[in-house]
Every structure is written in structure tokens, then in C-alpha cells.
């Protein structure tokens, strides 16, 4: 069956340090994969989009890179800070002929001060 | 540009009530998405509009859930009966350009409660 695994496990980090987020997918085949930030009440928002054909991402302090053959995403935030705190969340589309974005169910990320 | 709008953003309802969920869109963007979030399942695709036309709406989870798209500025999905499992958060989404440009703007979400 088809899958997006996301480490529902928090992840605590250091102020400063590297997060570093997964998304482990079985059974799509995607073009496109997203990853977007949700803080708490809010709905999600829009932080990068990685083509099959790229192997990696760059914006600011985030970095996304997309290996096809693990069927995996990292998600990077350099020099993180608190205010990175938020839920973290992977979106892949289905390659159906339809605009149909999948989601993971998230890690949920702490930047400790 | 407000964003996608989204009332109510809460709903407290009883058992076997009906329950309507209201979106507007970014003026402009061309599909619209009802998204439905829960702890167990996370974020999970209802329904897709391009166009206003209805294109996918396999995720749907019965017939007591149904969507309405009648011009590009307003949508609607509604529940009826509403039963205590439906209650979680709906979120709407709207984008523009199709699944190559795919970023989803969504709304602040609507928390459903069904008692």
C-alpha cells in the first residue's frame, strides 16, 4: 500500500544546530515533493517545492534534497533557532494525472535556546 | 491579498446535525482543495476543484459528506448528519498554476466538534 512516513517521534534540538527531517515514501512515484511548516492552530504554509529531477533545494537556511532511488526527502534548517519551532510536514503528488498532493503526518521539531 | 478565508473556525454541533463549512480562495488561483486533519490520520485530501469542476473526490468518506464549488470564490462542504467521528479540523486550500507550481495556500482551518 501506499506510505509517507514522517518520524512521528519530536525532535529537540540545540539552538544553532543542523535539523535534519525525513520523509521515507513506499509506493508513489512523485514529480514533485513539498515541505511545509505548520505552527500550532494555523494551517500550513508553503516553505520549498523539489522536482524529481533536482537532488537538491536551496532557500535561505532551509535545504530540501529528493533521492528517487531511497524514495526520501531531507529537510534541513541551518543555524536553527526557536523560532523554527513547528510542526514540519511533506507533501508528494500522486502521479495520476491529477493534482493531488499527499501528506505526511508531520515531525514536530524544537529549537531549544 | 487576505488569503484564504475560512468560516467558521469554530463549530460545536450535536450528533445527526448538519454542518456547513465555508471557503473563499485566493482571487485568482484556479483549484481549491478540502483538506481534513486529525492526531490519527494527520492531513488528509477530500476533495479537488479545478476550475470550479469537481476533479477528485475519492477521499471523500461517505455520503454524508458532499462539496460545492458554484463560482471561483466560494466553496462549501458540507456534513449531514454529522456523527462525533467527523470531528477535526477541515482545512481549505487553493492554488494556482497546477501540480508543477503546486504551492497550496491554505486557510486557517474550521475545528469541527460533533458531541
Known amino acids: 500500500s501506499q506510505k509517507i512516513e514522517q518520524n512521528s517521534e519530536a525532535l529537540n534540538i540545540q539552538e544553532g544546530k543542523t535539523a535534519t527531517l525525513t520523509c521515507n515514501y513506499t509506493n508513489y512515484s512523485p514529480a514533485y515533493l513539498q515541505w511545509y511548516r505548520q505552527d500550532p492552530g494555523r494551517g500550513p504554509v508553503f516553505l520549498l517545492l523539489?522536482?524529481?529531477?533536482?537532488k537538491e533545494k536551496r532557500k535561505e537556511r532551509l535545504k530540501v534534497t529528493f533521492d528517487t532511488t531511497l524514495k526520501q526527502s531531507l529537510f534541513h534548517i541551518t543555524a536553527s533557532q526557536p523560532a523554527d519551532s513547528a510542526t514540519y510536514l511533506c507533501?508528494?503528488?500522486?502521479?495520476?494525472?491529477?493534482?493531488?498532493?499527499?501528506f505526511g503526518t508531520g515531525t514536530r521539531l524544537k529549537v531549544l535556546a | 491579498d487576505a488569503g484564504v478565508i475560512q468560516s467558521p473556525r469554530h463549530e460545536v454541533t450535536e450528533m445527526g446535525q448538519e454542518v456547513t463549512l465555508r471557503c473563499k480562495p485566493i482571487s485568482g488561483h484556479n483549484s481549491l482543495f478540502w483538506y481534513r486533519q486529525t492526531m490519527m490520520r494527520g492531513l488528509e485530501l477530500l476533495i479537488y476543484f479545478n476550475n470550479n469542476v469537481p476533479i477528485d473526490d475519492s477521499g471523500m468518506p461517505e455520503d454524508r459528506f458532499s462539496a460545492k464549488m458554484p463560482n471561483a470564490s466560494f466553496s462549501t462542504l458540507k456534513i449531514q448528519p454529522s456523527e462525533p467521528r467527523d470531528s477535526a479540523v477541515y482545512f481549505c486550500?487553493?492554488?494556482?498554476?497546477?501540480?508543477?507550481?503546486?504551492?497550496?495556500?491554505f486557510g486557517e482551518g474550521s475545528r469541527l466538534t460533533v458531541l
Open positions: 523539489i522536482r524529481e529531477n533536482e
Open positions: 486550500a487553493s492554488s494556482f498554476g497546477g501540480r508543477a507550481f503546486g504551492e497550496l495556500f
Open positions: 507533501a508528494l503528488d500522486e502521479v495520476s494525472g491529477t493534482y493531488k498532493y499527499i
